[in-house]
C-alpha cells in the first residue's frame, strides 16, 4: 500500500539506483573480457613479427646467394676472356695438370736390362727429335741449301709422327747451346710454301767451323754430345733431390751408376725451352690508347672523348691475377715413428743412406755378379742333387753345365751355366773345385758338407759384397 502511493519520481529513482548496483556488480567481468581481448591482440601482433623477421632472414640468405652467382659468373667470364699468351706462358704448368699416361710416367720401369742412368720418357723423345732434326739440317746445308724452321718442321713431323714446334727448337737450344745458329732473315726462296718473300724466317745453321761439314761421325758425335748434357741435367734434378732427404746424401757425378730408388725418373721438369731470335719490331698500332697516342690532335673532340672513354673501360675491366707462390714443403717426422728414439731414426736412416749411396755409385759389373750371386743358393741344392744321382765324384764341365741345364727352373744357356758353375769354385773352394785333366775341366763336388751351411755362407758372402 505505501508503494503504490509514492510519486512517479520516487519510482524512477528506485529503478536508477538498481540499475547502479547491476552495473556495479557486472564490472570486473568486463574488465576480465576487455583484457583478454587486447591479450588476443597482442598475440596476433607477436605472430606477426615473427613471420616478418622470417620472411627478412630468407631475403638475406637469397641475396647472398645472388651476391655467390654473380661473383662465379664474373670469374668465369674473367677466365674466357684471359689472353692466349698468357696460356701459352703457363704452358709446362697445364702439362703437368693432365693426367700423363702409363707408359710415359712408369717408362723407367719398364726398361730392359740391368738399372742405370735412364733418361726420362719425354727426354728420349727430345733426344730422338735433336737426331731427325740434325739430319734434316745435314742434308740441306750439305748441299748448300737455306735451312729453315719450316722444312724442318714438316720434316722432322713426318719422321717421328709428332708435332714438332719452335718450343722444342727452344728446349734443343737449351740442352746443346752450341748446335745451331739460329737466325731471322728476309727474302729467303720459299717455292710456293705459305711464307711470303719479304717476310721474316727462323733460320738454322749447325754450329760448325768454316769449310766443315756434317758427316756421319760428326753427326754421332753432336748426338752423344746432346745426350750427355740431358743426362747432366736430370743428375741435378737428383743432386737436389739428395740435398732434400734426411739425412741428406752428396755422391759425385763420376761415381754415380743409378738414380735413388726413390727419385722419380719420369717426374722430372720439362726443359725450359730457351729464348729463340724474333722477327724485326714493327710499330703496329693495335690498341685504342695507341691511337689515340699516335693521333692526338689530329682526330674531331667527339672522335678522341669515344676513344677516351674506350681506354678508361679497358683499363679497369683488365684482370690481374697474381700468381699464387707454391709453398715450400718441409720434410716431417711421420706419425708412425712418433714415440721413437730419435737418435734411433737417425742411425737408421744414417745406414738406409750408406746402403743407397753404395748402391747408386755400384758399377754393372759388380751389379751383374750380384745378380748370378742371388741364384747360387737354389743352384747349390741342384748341383748336389746332380752328383748324387750321378754317383760320381767328379763330372766334366761340359755333363755337369748340361745336368743343371735341364734341371733349372729358368731357361740359362749353357755359357751362363758355366759362369754360375766357376762362381762357386771361387766362393767356395772347400766344397766345389775345377780341375783341368788332359786339356778338359772336371767339377768336383764334396757331398759331405752340410746344404745348409754352404746357403748360409752363399748369403754372407753377398751381403757383405753388396756393402762395397
Given at each position: 500500500?505505501?508503494?503504490?502511493?509514492?510519486?512517479?519520481?520516487?519510482?524512477?529513482?528506485?529503478?536508477?539506483?538498481?540499475?547502479?548496483?547491476?552495473?556495479?556488480?557486472?564490472?570486473?567481468?568486463?574488465?576480465?573480457?576487455?583484457?583478454?581481448?587486447?591479450?588476443?591482440?597482442?598475440?596476433?601482433?607477436?605472430?606477426?613479427?615473427?613471420?616478418?623477421?622470417?620472411?627478412?632472414?630468407?631475403?638475406?640468405?637469397?641475396?647472398?646467394?645472388?651476391?655467390?652467382?654473380?661473383?662465379?659468373?664474373?670469374?668465369?667470364?674473367?677466365?674466357?676472356?684471359?689472353?692466349?699468351?698468357?696460356?701459352?706462358?703457363?704452358?709446362?704448368?697445364?702439362?703437368?695438370?693432365?693426367?700423363?699416361?702409363?707408359?710415359?710416367?712408369?717408362?723407367?720401369?719398364?726398361?730392359?736390362?740391368?738399372?742405370?742412368?735412364?733418361?726420362?720418357?719425354?727426354?728420349?723423345?727430345?733426344?730422338?727429335?735433336?737426331?731427325?732434326?740434325?739430319?734434316?739440317?745435314?742434308?740441306?746445308?750439305?748441299?748448300?741449301?737455306?735451312?729453315?724452321?719450316?722444312?724442318?718442321?714438316?720434316?722432322?713431323?713426318?719422321?717421328?709422327?709428332?708435332?714438332?714446334?719452335?718450343?722444342?727448337?727452344?728446349?734443343?737450344?737449351?740442352?746443346?747451346?752450341?748446335?745451331?745458329?739460329?737466325?731471322?732473315?728476309?727474302?729467303?726462296?720459299?717455292?710456293?710454301?705459305?711464307?711470303?718473300?719479304?717476310?721474316?724466317?727462323?733460320?738454322?745453321?749447325?754450329?760448325?767451323?768454316?769449310?766443315?761439314?756434317?758427316?756421319?761421325?760428326?753427326?754421332?758425335?753432336?748426338?752423344?754430345?746432346?745426350?750427355?748434357?740431358?743426362?747432366?741435367?736430370?743428375?741435378?734434378?737428383?743432386?737436389?733431390?739428395?740435398?732434400?732427404?734426411?739425412?741428406?746424401?752428396?755422391?759425385?757425378?763420376?761415381?754415380?751408376?743409378?738414380?735413388?730408388?726413390?727419385?722419380?725418373?719420369?717426374?722430372?721438369?720439362?726443359v725450359v725451352p730457351a729464348e729463340l731470335p724474333k722477327p724485326p719490331h714493327v710499330d703496329k698500332v693495335t690498341t685504342a690508347q695507341?691511337?689515340?697516342?699516335?693521333?692526338?690532335?689530329?682526330?674531331?673532340?667527339?672522335?678522341?672523348?669515344?676513344?677516351?672513354?674506350?681506354?678508361?673501360?679497358?683499363?679497369?675491366?683488365?684482370?690481374?691475377?697474381?700468381?699464387?707462390?707454391?709453398?715450400?714443403?718441409?720434410?716431417?717426422?711421420?706419425?708412425?715413428?712418433?714415440?721413437?728414439?730419435?737418435?734411433?731414426?737417425?742411425?737408421?736412416?744414417?745406414?738406409?743412406?750408406?746402403?743407397?749411396?753404395?748402391?747408386?755409385?755400384?758399377?754393372?759389373?759388380?751389379?751383374?755378379?750380384?745378380?748370378?750371386?742371388?741364384?747360387?743358393?737354389?743352384?747349390?741344392?741342384?748341383?748336389?742333387?746332380?752328383?748324387?744321382?750321378?754317383?760320381?765324384?767328379?763330372?766334366?764341365?761340359?755333363?755337369?753345365?748340361?745336368?743343371?741345364?735341364?734341371?733349372?727352373?729358368?731357361?740359362?744357356?749353357?755359357?751362363?751355366?758355366?759362369?754360375?758353375?766357376?762362381?762357386?769354385?771361387?766362393?767356395?773352394?772347400?766344397?766345389?773345385?775345377?780341375?783341368?785333366?788332359r786339356q778338359e775341366n772336371y767339377l768336383k763336388l764334396d757331398k759331405n758338407m752340410d746344404l745348409n751351411i754352404v746357403t748360409e755362407?752363399?748369403?754372407?758372402?753377398?751381403?757383405?759384397?753388396?756393402?762395397?
Open positions: 500500500m505505501v508503494n503504490e502511493s509514492l510519486s512517479p519520481g520516487l519510482k524512477l529513482g528506485a529503478a536508477s539506483v538498481a540499475a547502479a548496483q547491476s552495473e556495479e556488480k557486472d564490472a570486473p567481468r568486463k574488465q576480465l573480457l576487455e583484457l583478454q581481448g587486447r591479450l588476443g591482440k597482442i598475440h596476433s601482433l607477436v605472430q606477426k613479427m615473427k613471420g616478418g623477421t622470417a620472411h627478412l632472414e630468407s631475403g638475406g640468405n637469397l641475396e647472398s646467394r645472388l651476391k655467390r652467382a654473380w661473383l662465379l659468373e664474373s670469374r668465369i667470364r674473367q677466365r674466357k676472356n684471359s689472353p692466349k699468351e698468357e696460356k701459352e706462358d703457363l704452358g709446362s704448368t697445364a702439362e703437368t695438370r693432365e693426367k700423363v699416361p702409363a707408359y710415359q710416367r712408369f717408362h723407367t720401369l719398364a726398361e730392359d736390362g740391368l738399372p742405370g742412368l735412364q733418361l726420362p720418357y719425354k727426354y728420349k723423345v727430345l733426344a730422338e727429335m735433336f737426331r731427325s732434326t740434325d739430319t734434316l739440317v745435314a742434308m740441306m746445308f750439305n748441299r748448300l741449301e737455306a735451312v729453315t724452321f719450316a722444312k724442318v718442321k714438316q720434316g722432322v713431323q713426318e719422321m717421328m709422327r709428332r708435332r714438332f714446334e719452335e718450343r722444342h727448337l727452344g728446349q734443343i737450344k737449351a740442352v746443346y747451346p752450341a748446335s745451331y745458329v739460329l737466325r731471322q732473315e728476309r727474302n729467303i726462296p720459299s717455292f710456293g710454301g705459305p711464307e711470303k718473300r719479304g717476310s721474316y724466317q727462323l733460320t738454322l745453321e749447325p754450329g760448325l767451323g768454316t769449310g766443315e761439314k756434317l758427316t756421319a761421325a760428326r753427326l754421332m758425335e753432336r748426338r752423344s754430345m746432346f745426350c750427355k748434357n740431358l743426362t747432366a741435367s736430370v743428375k741435378e734434378h737428383h743432386k737436389a733431390f739428395l740435398a732434400s732427404l734426411d739425412p741428406p746424401m752428396a755422391i759425385e757425378e763420376e761415381e754415380l751408376t743409378r738414380w735413388h730408388p726413390r727419385f722419380r725418373v719420369d717426374e722430372v721438369p720439362d695507341e691511337v689515340l697516342a699516335k693521333a692526338q690532335g689530329l682526330l674531331t673532340p667527339k672522335m678522341e672523348k669515344a676513344l677516351t672513354n674506350l681506354v678508361l673501360r679497358t683499363s679497369d675491366s683488365s684482370p690481374s691475377s697474381p700468381q699464387p707462390s707454391p709453398r715450400p714443403v718441409l720434410p716431417g717426422t711421420p706419425n708412425s715413428l712418433k714415440g721413437v728414439s730419435q737418435s734411433l731414426v737417425e742411425r737408421v736412416r744414417a745406414k738406409e743412406a750408406q746402403k743407397l749411396q753404395a748402391l747408386m755409385t755400384r758399377n754393372p759389373q759388380q751389379e751383374q755378379r750380384l745378380a748370378m750371386m742371388s741364384h747360387l743358393p737354389e743352384m747349390a741344392r741342384i748341383l748336389r742333387n746332380v752328383f748324387v744321382a750321378e754317383k760320381k765324384q767328379a763330372l766334366p764341365m761340359e755333363v755337369a753345365c748340361q745336368r743343371m741345364v735341364d734341371s733349372y727352373q729358368a731357361l740359362m744357356p749353357m755359357g751362363q751355366m758355366e759362369k754360375h758353375l766357376r762362381l762357386f769354385a771361387e766362393l767356395l773352394p772347400d766344397w766345389v773345385r775345377i780341375l783341368a785333366v755362407r752363399l748369403s754372407a758372402r753377398k751381403r757383405e759384397e753388396e756393402k762395397l
